[in-house]
C-alpha cells in the first residue's frame, strides 16, 4: 500500500514511522512549510514527493491512503477531497471542527466507499478494550482533561484549533462515547475563560458539563488547563454499571476495577512489545491498515467522529446559551 | 469550670459516636432520647447513666441542658433543631441540616436569634486533609466532587419521603465539601438524574446524579451521586480542585490527598500519629468544633448558614433533574 502524509509536524512524523514499520510506502511528504517536508523525507530516508500542494497526492490514483496531521482547520477539506478521490484515510482528531463539517466527510466516505479512522488512540489501548469486554453497558461516567496551562499553543484558540474542548478534550468525548456506547441525548455545560493571556478568541480553558445519553446513561465531562495532577494524571475517565465499576488513570495507561474479577489492568507491566503495539500514538493507524485489507470497519469511523464532534459542538452551544441542547443523531 | 451537659436524640449509630466522643470531651451526658425506647436505654446504660426518654420536649424544657446531638431520622432534624435553638441551646445536628431550604432558612433564623452555635456534622471540612488544601488551594477555579457507591436498594434514608434521596442525604458531603472549597455561594445549578435501580421503592429519587455548579465567584464545578457502584481507586468519595496553577485529588474517603503545582506531593492520614489520626479522621469531629465554638463564642466550621448554602445547591440539582431546566440558586 502507498500513504501519503499531510503534515509533517510531530504527529504526522510518527504516523509516517509508523506506516514504514507497518509495510507501507510512504510515498509523499505534504506540509505548507516545504523545509519540515523535506527534513522528515529526508530523515526517514526512503525518498518521497516533496510538496506544498495537496493537488497532487489527490491526484495521483496509485496513492492509497493518506494520512491527515495538519493543524485543525484544514482536516475537513483534505479529509473531504481524500475521500472523493477514493483515498482511505487516517485524520488526526478533531476529525472536523464542526458538526456539518464532519457529516459532509462521513457522507462523502460513505460515497466513496473508503476506509476513515480519526486517531482517537484511546479507543484501541488495552486498557478500554479489557474496559469494554467487563463493562458492557455503564450507566454512569465521568471523563476530563486537565493540564498543564496551554497558553500560546495556537490550536486551542477557536479560529484555529476549534478550542481546548474539540481540539484536546475531544479525546475524552469521544471516549467517553465510545464506552457509553449510544447516541448523545441531551447535554448542557458551563464554560469560563480563566486566562489573562490566551488570546482574543476567548474560548474557555474552563468548562464543566453533563451529557444525557439516548440509553439513560448520565456522564460529567471536564475540560480544562487549569492544572495537573499525578494521582489522576492529564487524562481520567470512570464508568459504573450498577456493579462493576472502571477509573483510568496514567494517560489511559493503568485501570483499576471495582467488582469485577481482575482487579486492574495496568501497561508497564505488559511485555515490551505487547506494550509498544499497545500505547503507540499510532496504533490506530494499524487499525485501518487491517480494516482496509478485510474490508471491515475501524475503530473510529466517520459516523463515529461526526457524534464525537456533534457532542462537542452542542457543549459549546449550551455555554454559549446557558441552555441545555439536544444533540441531532 | 462546670461540665456542659448534653442530650442526645437518635441512639443509633451516629448518636452512639457522638455520645462516646462527648464523653471524652469531658461533657456530661445526661439525656437519652429515641422513638425506640430500647435503642436510648441499651446506649445509657453502654454509658452509664441519664434519662432514657422517648419524648424529646422533656429535654427540650431542661434548662441544665447547655448542648443537644441531633442524629435522627433525616426528616426529624428540622423540627428537633428549630425546638432546640427556640430552647436556647446549642447543637450538633447530623447531615443533611434540613431536607429542603425553606426548613433550612427556618433554622437559621432561630439559630441567629437565639445566639446559639449550631455545627453541621459535614465532617470533611475539618479533615487535616481538606484543611491542607484550603491552605494551599484558597480559591480553586475548578472541581470535581463524587459520592460513588455500593448499591443502597433497601435503605429507608435515602427513599426521598423518609431521607430526602440519596443526594441530600448522602451526597450532601460532597455537595457542602465542594462548597466549603469553591469558597462561594452558588450561582446557577443543572443535573440529569435517573432512577437505574427496580428495587428502590415507589417513592424514588435519582440513583444516578450528574450535575454541574456555576459559583458566584465564576468558579465551575461538576458533581456526581450515585450508588452504581464503588471502586478502591478512587474510593467512595473523591473531589478534586484547581486553581490555574495547583491542584488536590482527594481520595481513600478524604483521608488523602495528592497536590499538583505544590510543595508537599501529598498527605496522607495513615501516616500521622495514632492519636493525632484518631482526631483528625473520627466521625464526630465536629462536636470537638462546636465546643470550642461555645467555649471562645466563634463560628463553627459549619454553621446554619452553611447548612441553609448546601441544602440549597442540593434542592436546585434535583430540581434541574425534575424540570430539565437550568436552576438559579437563591442566596
Not at 476506509?115 to 474496559?131: E, G, S, Y
Not at 489573562?196 to 439513560?216: F, M, R
Not at 487524562?235 to 459504573?240: A, I, K, L, R, T
Not at 489511559?252 to 500514538?281: L, N
Request: hydrophobic share 40%.
Amino acid at each position: 500500500m502507498k500513504a501519503a502524509l499531510f503534515g509533517c509536524g510531530g504527529a504526522g512524523s510518527n504516523h509516517a514511522r509508523r506506516a514504514r514499520e507497518l509495510g507501507l510506502e510512504v510515498v509523499a511528504f505534504c506540509d505548507v512549510i516545504e523545509e519540515s517536508a523535506r527534513r522528515l523525507r529526508d530523515e526517514l530516508g526512503g525518498g518521497g514527493l516533496v510538496t506544498t500542494d495537496p493537488a497532487p497526492i489527490m491526484r495521483d490514483d496509485s496513492i492509497d491512503l493518506v494520512m491527515i496531521a495538519t493543524l485543525h482547520d484544514s482536516h475537513h477539506p483534505l479529509a473531504l477531497a481524500a475521500a472523493r478521490a477514493g483515498k482511505h484515510i487516517l485524520v488526526e482528531k478533531p476529525m472536523c471542527l464542526t458538526r456539518a463539517q464532519a457529516i459532509e466527510v462521513a457522507e462523502a466516505v460513505d460515497k466513496a466507499g473508503v476506509k476513515l479512522v480519526v486517531n482517537h488512540k484511546f479507543r484501541i489501548a488495552p486498557t478500554t478494550q479489557k474496559v469494554r469486554e467487563l463493562i458492557l453497558h455503564p450507566r454512569i461516567s465521568h471523563g476530563q482533561l486537565a493540564m498543564e496551562n496551554a497558553v500560546g499553543h495556537r490550536l486551542w484558540r477557536s479560529d484555529v484549533g476549534g478550542g481546548l474542548l474539540v481540539a484536546t478534550a475531544v479525546h475524552t468525548i469521544d471516549l467517553i462515547s465510545y464506552l457509553m456506547d449510544s447516541p448523545p441525548d441531551r447535554v448542557y455545560a458551563e464554560g469560563r475563560v480563566f486566562g489573562e493571556d490566551k488570546g482574543t478568541e476567548g474560548y474557555p480553558d474552563g468548562l464543566v458539563g453533563t451529557i444525557l445519553w439516548e440509553n439513560g446513561g448520565l456522564s460529567t465531562v471536564i475540560s480544562t488547563d487549569q492544572g495537573q495532577n499525578p494521582f489522576v494524571s492529564k487524562w481520567f475517565h470512570q464508568v459504573w454499571d450498577g456493579e462493576r465499576s472502571a477509573v483510568f488513570s496514567e494517560h489511559t495507561s493503568r485501570v483499576d476495577f471495582g467488582g469485577c474479577d481482575i482487579d486492574y489492568v495496568d501497561m508497564k507491566e505488559f511485555p515490551e512489545e505487547e506494550r509498544r503495539q499497545g500505547v503507540i500514538f499510532s496504533a490506530m493507524l494499524g487499525n485501518l491498515v487491517e480494516a482496509i485489507r478485510t474490508d471491515g470497519d475501524t475503530l473510529c469511523n466517520a459516523r463515529d467522529g461526526v457524534r464525537t464532534v456533534s457532542i462537542c459542538n452542542a457543549l459549546d452551544e449550551a455555554v454559549r446559551t446557558g441552555r441545555p441542547q439536544t444533540v441531532q443523531n
